[in-house]
Protein backbone atom coordinates (compact mmCIF):
# COMPACT_ATOMS: atom_id res chain seq x y z
CA UNK A 1 0.00 0.00 0.00
CA UNK A 2 1.71 2.97 -1.42
CA UNK A 3 -0.16 6.64 -0.36
CA UNK A 4 0.36 10.00 -0.80
CA UNK A 5 -1.49 12.57 1.66
CA UNK A 6 -1.51 15.94 -0.13
CA UNK A 7 -2.99 19.84 0.73
CA UNK A 8 -2.06 23.40 1.06
CA UNK A 9 0.04 24.55 3.59
CA UNK A 10 -1.73 25.08 7.09
CA UNK A 11 -4.82 22.34 6.34
CA UNK A 12 -3.47 19.65 8.22
CA UNK A 13 -2.30 16.77 6.12
CA UNK A 14 0.69 16.09 8.31
CA UNK A 15 -1.57 15.89 10.90
CA UNK A 16 -2.96 12.85 8.51
CA UNK A 17 -0.12 11.63 7.26
CA UNK A 18 1.12 10.83 10.75
CA UNK A 19 -1.99 9.69 12.55
CA UNK A 20 -2.35 7.20 9.28
CA UNK A 21 1.52 6.06 10.00
CA UNK A 22 1.08 5.35 13.54
CA UNK A 23 -2.13 3.69 13.21
CA UNK A 24 -1.29 1.65 10.51
CA UNK A 25 1.93 0.49 12.15
CA UNK A 26 -0.39 -0.69 15.57
CA UNK A 27 -1.96 -2.60 13.22
CA UNK A 28 1.26 -4.57 12.66
CA UNK A 29 2.52 -3.09 9.33
CA UNK A 30 5.40 -1.92 8.54
CA UNK A 31 5.20 1.82 7.68
CA UNK A 32 7.70 4.12 5.78
CA UNK A 33 6.73 7.84 6.63
CA UNK A 34 8.18 10.17 3.96
CA UNK A 35 8.40 13.79 4.66
CA UNK A 36 8.70 15.09 1.33
CA UNK A 37 7.36 18.47 2.13
CA UNK A 38 9.37 21.96 2.52
CA UNK A 39 7.81 22.43 5.63
CA UNK A 40 9.20 18.92 7.63
CA UNK A 41 7.23 18.57 10.42
CA UNK A 42 6.42 15.33 9.67
CA UNK A 43 8.37 14.19 13.03
CA UNK A 44 6.30 16.14 15.59
CA UNK A 45 2.79 14.63 13.61
CA UNK A 46 4.44 11.14 14.52
CA UNK A 47 5.32 12.14 18.45
CA UNK A 48 9.32 12.28 17.31
CA UNK A 49 10.50 15.23 19.35
CA UNK A 50 12.94 18.17 18.06
CA UNK A 51 15.69 16.59 20.59
CA UNK A 52 15.56 13.17 18.74
CA UNK A 53 15.87 15.06 15.48
CA UNK A 54 18.28 17.51 16.14
CA UNK A 55 20.87 15.15 14.34
CA UNK A 56 18.92 14.16 11.52
CA UNK A 57 19.16 16.04 8.06
CA UNK A 58 17.06 15.88 4.87
CA UNK A 59 18.67 13.85 2.49
CA UNK A 60 18.90 16.24 -0.55
CA UNK A 61 20.86 18.40 2.14
CA UNK A 62 23.72 15.51 2.74
CA UNK A 63 25.62 16.98 -0.37
CA UNK A 64 28.38 14.43 0.50
CA UNK A 65 26.16 11.09 0.09
CA UNK A 66 24.89 12.90 -3.01
CA UNK A 67 28.07 13.14 -4.41
CA UNK A 68 29.50 9.56 -3.68
CA UNK A 69 26.18 7.89 -4.61
CA UNK A 70 26.00 9.92 -7.80
CA UNK A 71 29.48 10.40 -8.44
CA UNK A 72 28.96 14.59 -8.99
CA UNK A 73 30.91 17.10 -7.19
CA UNK A 74 29.54 18.82 -4.89
CA UNK A 75 28.76 22.93 -5.73
CA UNK A 76 29.36 22.20 -9.16
CA UNK A 77 27.25 22.58 -11.91
CA UNK A 78 27.03 20.73 -16.11
CA UNK A 79 29.24 17.81 -15.14
CA UNK A 80 28.22 14.12 -15.62
CA UNK A 81 26.37 11.78 -12.99
CA UNK A 82 24.98 8.74 -12.11
CA UNK A 83 20.98 8.71 -13.38
CA UNK A 84 20.91 5.69 -11.25
CA UNK A 85 22.68 5.66 -7.93
CA UNK A 86 22.63 3.22 -5.33
CA UNK A 87 19.62 3.65 -2.81
CA UNK A 88 18.55 0.36 -2.03
CA UNK A 89 20.50 0.68 1.37
CA UNK A 90 18.87 4.08 2.62
CA UNK A 91 15.79 3.58 4.37
CA UNK A 92 17.46 1.76 7.07
CA UNK A 93 20.75 3.73 6.90
CA UNK A 94 19.52 7.49 7.12
CA UNK A 95 15.31 7.16 9.73
CA UNK A 96 14.77 7.26 12.23
CA UNK A 97 12.00 4.39 14.01
CA UNK A 98 9.00 5.48 16.22
CA UNK A 99 6.69 3.87 17.70
CA UNK A 100 7.02 1.01 14.44
CA UNK A 101 7.24 3.79 11.88
CA UNK A 102 10.29 4.53 10.22
CA UNK A 103 10.43 8.48 9.00
CA UNK A 104 12.57 9.45 6.01
CA UNK A 105 13.48 13.32 5.81
CA UNK A 106 13.73 14.30 1.57
CA UNK A 107 14.45 17.47 1.75
CA UNK A 108 14.06 19.80 -1.52
CA UNK A 109 15.93 20.72 -4.36
CA UNK A 110 16.98 24.80 -4.07
CA UNK A 111 19.09 25.11 -7.09
CA UNK A 112 17.79 25.16 -10.59
CA UNK A 113 13.49 25.13 -10.25
CA UNK A 114 11.34 22.61 -10.04
CA UNK A 115 12.56 21.30 -13.23
CA UNK A 116 16.19 20.93 -12.10
CA UNK A 117 18.50 17.66 -13.23
CA UNK A 118 20.98 17.67 -10.95
CA UNK A 119 22.69 15.11 -8.53
CA UNK A 120 20.26 15.86 -5.23
CA UNK A 121 16.96 15.58 -7.82
CA UNK A 122 18.18 12.52 -9.17
CA UNK A 123 18.86 10.88 -5.65
CA UNK A 124 15.56 12.06 -4.62
CA UNK A 125 13.68 10.64 -7.49
CA UNK A 126 15.76 7.56 -7.56
CA UNK A 127 14.98 7.02 -3.97
CA UNK A 128 11.01 7.49 -4.03
CA UNK A 129 10.90 5.38 -6.92
CA UNK A 130 12.78 2.78 -4.78
CA UNK A 131 9.93 3.05 -2.05
CA UNK A 132 7.46 2.73 -4.46
CA UNK A 133 8.55 0.35 -7.00
CA UNK A 134 11.14 -2.47 -4.96
CA UNK A 135 9.98 -2.46 -1.14
CA UNK A 136 6.91 -4.38 0.59
CA UNK A 137 6.37 -2.03 3.01
CA UNK A 138 3.23 0.52 3.53
CA UNK A 139 4.76 3.98 2.17
CA UNK A 140 2.59 7.27 3.37
CA UNK A 141 4.13 10.35 1.62
CA UNK A 142 3.35 13.59 3.40
CA UNK A 143 3.79 15.97 0.26
CA UNK A 144 3.20 19.49 -0.69
CA UNK A 145 0.43 20.52 -2.86
CA UNK A 146 2.33 21.38 -6.13
CA UNK A 147 3.27 17.38 -6.14
CA UNK A 148 6.70 18.28 -6.45
CA UNK A 149 8.22 14.67 -5.61
CA UNK A 150 6.04 12.65 -8.15
CA UNK A 151 7.09 12.66 -11.27
CA UNK A 152 5.23 10.37 -14.55
CA UNK A 153 7.84 7.47 -13.52
CA UNK A 154 6.54 7.31 -10.00
CA UNK A 155 3.29 8.60 -9.86
CA UNK A 156 1.59 4.86 -11.07
CA UNK A 157 2.65 3.45 -8.17
CA UNK A 158 1.00 5.05 -5.76
CA UNK A 159 -2.08 3.08 -4.86
CA UNK A 160 -3.90 6.41 -3.50
CA UNK A 161 -3.77 9.76 -3.42
CA UNK A 162 -5.42 11.30 -0.29
CA UNK A 163 -6.41 15.55 -0.72
CA UNK A 164 -6.73 16.90 2.92
CA UNK A 165 -9.06 20.26 2.72
CA UNK A 166 -10.54 22.33 5.25
CA UNK A 167 -13.82 23.99 5.19
CA UNK A 168 -14.44 26.74 2.47
CA UNK A 169 -14.18 27.38 -0.95
CA UNK A 170 -10.65 28.04 -1.02
CA UNK A 171 -9.41 24.97 -0.08
CA UNK A 172 -12.35 23.09 -2.14
CA UNK A 173 -10.45 24.92 -5.57
CA UNK A 174 -7.25 23.56 -4.19
CA UNK A 175 -8.98 19.78 -4.31
CA UNK A 176 -9.54 20.57 -7.88
CA UNK A 177 -6.30 22.25 -8.54
CA UNK A 178 -4.70 18.89 -7.12
CA UNK A 179 -6.99 16.33 -8.57
CA UNK A 180 -5.62 17.84 -12.20
CA UNK A 181 -2.05 17.58 -11.17
CA UNK A 182 -2.21 14.30 -9.82
CA UNK A 183 -4.48 13.23 -13.22
CA UNK A 184 -1.90 14.40 -15.58
CA UNK A 185 0.48 12.46 -13.66
CA UNK A 186 -1.88 9.48 -14.20
CA UNK A 187 -2.71 8.95 -10.47
CA UNK A 188 -6.11 6.83 -10.42
CA UNK A 189 -6.96 7.13 -7.35
CA UNK A 190 -8.01 10.70 -5.79
CA UNK A 191 -9.99 11.16 -2.11
CA UNK A 192 -10.65 14.32 -0.14
CA UNK A 193 -10.41 14.06 3.60
CA UNK A 194 -12.10 17.13 5.65
CA UNK A 195 -10.32 18.86 8.49
CA UNK A 196 -10.90 21.28 10.96
CA UNK A 197 -14.86 20.77 11.05
CA UNK A 198 -17.13 22.47 14.03
CA UNK A 199 -20.43 21.26 12.38
CA UNK A 200 -22.36 18.70 10.45
CA UNK A 201 -24.00 21.21 8.35
CA UNK A 202 -20.47 22.68 7.72
CA UNK A 203 -19.23 19.01 6.33
CA UNK A 204 -22.65 18.74 4.13
CA UNK A 205 -21.98 21.63 2.51
CA UNK A 206 -18.56 21.49 1.68
CA UNK A 207 -18.91 17.63 0.30
CA UNK A 208 -21.74 19.41 -1.60
CA UNK A 209 -19.34 21.18 -3.40
CA UNK A 210 -16.43 18.52 -4.49
CA UNK A 211 -17.62 17.81 -8.00
CA UNK A 212 -17.53 14.21 -7.37
CA UNK A 213 -14.22 13.48 -5.63
CA UNK A 214 -14.60 10.47 -3.77
CA UNK A 215 -14.89 11.61 0.15
CA UNK A 216 -13.23 9.55 3.16
CA UNK A 217 -14.41 11.22 5.96
CA UNK A 218 -13.58 14.52 7.76
CA UNK A 219 -11.00 15.36 11.55
CA UNK A 220 -13.55 17.58 14.22
CA UNK A 221 -11.61 20.65 15.09
CA UNK A 222 -10.44 20.15 18.64
CA UNK A 223 -8.00 21.83 20.93
CA UNK A 224 -6.54 18.59 22.02
CA UNK A 225 -5.19 18.58 18.02
CA UNK A 226 -4.44 22.19 18.43
CA UNK A 227 -2.32 21.93 21.77
CA UNK A 228 -0.36 18.82 20.37
CA UNK A 229 0.45 21.18 17.18
CA UNK A 230 1.55 24.09 19.40
CA UNK A 231 3.85 21.72 21.79
CA UNK A 232 5.31 19.44 18.93
CA UNK A 233 3.39 16.59 20.03
CA UNK A 234 1.96 13.76 18.34
CA UNK A 235 -2.38 13.99 18.30
CA UNK A 236 -2.34 10.23 17.86
CA UNK A 237 -1.08 10.09 21.51
CA UNK A 238 -2.77 13.13 22.80
CA UNK A 239 -6.55 12.45 21.94
CA UNK A 240 -8.26 8.85 21.60
CA UNK A 241 -11.22 10.82 19.36
CA UNK A 242 -8.38 11.89 16.52
CA UNK A 243 -7.56 7.85 16.79
CA UNK A 244 -10.89 6.63 16.09
CA UNK A 245 -11.42 9.61 13.15
CA UNK A 246 -8.53 8.26 11.30
CA UNK A 247 -9.49 4.81 11.88
CA UNK A 248 -12.78 5.53 10.11
CA UNK A 249 -10.59 7.53 7.20
CA UNK A 250 -8.73 4.28 7.07
CA UNK A 251 -11.21 1.85 6.79
CA UNK A 252 -13.66 4.06 4.34
CA UNK A 253 -10.26 4.18 2.19
CA UNK A 254 -9.48 0.26 2.03
CA UNK A 255 -13.23 -0.24 1.13
CA UNK A 256 -12.48 2.00 -1.84
CA UNK A 257 -9.63 0.32 -2.98
CA UNK A 258 -11.32 -3.12 -2.77
CA UNK A 259 -14.19 -1.95 -4.70
CA UNK A 260 -11.67 -0.54 -7.00
CA UNK A 261 -9.76 -3.63 -7.68
Same mark, same amino acid.
Given at each position: ?32 ? /? =??? @?? #? ?5 ? %?????? !??? *? ?29 ? /? =??? @?? #? ?5 ? %?????? !??? *? ?42 ? %? ?108
Amino acid at each position: MKIAVTGKGGVGKTTLAGGLARLLADEGMNVIA /V =DAD @PD #ANLASSL %GISAEE !MAD *VAPIADMKELVAERTGSKPGTFGTYFKMNPK /V =DDL @PE #ALSKVHD %GVRLLV !MGT *VKEGGGGCVCPESVMLKALLQHLLFARDDVVILDMEAGLEHLGR %GTAGAVDAMIVVIEPGMRSVQTANTIRKLASDLKVQRIYVVLNKVQSPEEEAIVKDKLDGLPYLGSITYNHNIRRSDLEGTSPYDADPAFVDEVRAIKEALFQELERDS
